[in-house]
Each structure stands twice: as C-alpha cells, then as structure tokens.
C-alpha cells in the first residue's frame, strides 16, 4: 500500500463515526475490502465482513463483533480470550457487559436497564 493511500486509510479511521458501513458508504463511498482496511484497524484486529444490505463484522475468532442494518442501526459486541461475550451495546443506547470465572461460569451481569445480578 502506497504511503499516500495508507494516509487516506488512517484519516478514515479517526474520522469515522457510527453507525461504520453508513458512514463509510455514504461519506467516503469505500468498497467492501477498503471497509476492512478500515475496520480492522478500528477494532484494533484483523476482521472479516459478511452480509448484503445487512453487515456483520467478525474477528479472527469468528465471534461476532459489529452489526450494522440498512436503517444504520448498529450494535457492538466484545469478548474474553475465552471467547465469552463481556459487553454489548447497540445504536438504541442498550448495554450489557459481563464477567466470568476462570472456569467460563457467569458471575456478574450489569445492564443499561438497571439489573444487576452476582453469581457466585
């Protein structure tokens, strides 16, 4: 990748905002494998996209990490190394995020609704 595109690619990731493939498309007009450019240096990660019209981003673990649908709604999702979900939110203002146990178990949950639960 030539320096002069790479700087274009690095001014699209600061730049971006939510919902990503809205403002990739609409903003900067970007084909899919430039949106991985984008996006794996957004998540930090190296990703993969799949879906028309809707669009879901996954990591190199093939968790689900980003929707996005053709109204701009969005939602975001990370995960442990174990691969168990620790938090969520989406474009409505939801979020959940989680902790577990070294064995995998469940042993908080918080969401934006309030509810807190221990497990333990």
Same mark, same amino acid.
């Given at each position: +990748?030539?320096?002069?595109?790479q *700087?274009? =690619? $690095?001014? =699209?990731?600061? #730049? =971006?905002? %939510?919902p990503?493939?809205?403002? +990739? &498309?609409?903003? @900067?007009?970007l084909?899919? #494998?430039?949106?991985? %450019?984008? %996006?794996?240096?957004?998540?930090?990660?190296?990703?993969?996209i799949?879906?028309?019209?809707?669009?879901?981003?996954? #990591?190199?673990?093939?968790? %689900?990490?980003?929707? $996005?649908?053709s109204? &701009?709604?969005?939602?975001?999702? $990370?995960?442990d190394?174990?691969g168990?979900e620790?938090?969520?939110e989406?474009?409505? &203002?939801?979020?959940?995020?989680?902790e577990y146990?070294t064995?995998?178990?469940?042993?908080? *949950? $918080?969401?934006?609704d309030g @509810?807190?639960?221990?497990?333990r």
């Amino acid at each position: +990748m030539n320096k002069k595109y790479q *700087r274009y =690619i $690095e001014y =699209i990731v600061n #730049d =971006i905002e %939510l919902p990503y493939f809205k403002c +990739m &498309g609409d903003y @900067y007009g970007l084909k899919q #494998d430039e949106c991985v %450019l984008v %996006l794996s240096k957004v998540f930090n990660q190296p990703v993969s996209i799949k879906g028309y019209n809707v669009y879901n981003v996954y #990591d190199q673990n093939d968790n %689900l990490i980003y929707f $996005e649908d053709s109204n &701009g709604f969005w939602s975001k999702y $990370e995960y442990d190394t174990n691969g168990n979900e620790i938090y969520f939110e989406d474009s409505d &203002g939801d979020w959940s995020k989680w902790e577990y146990d070294t064995n995998g178990n469940e042993i908080y *949950r $918080e969401d934006s609704d309030g @509810y807190i639960e221990y497990n333990r």
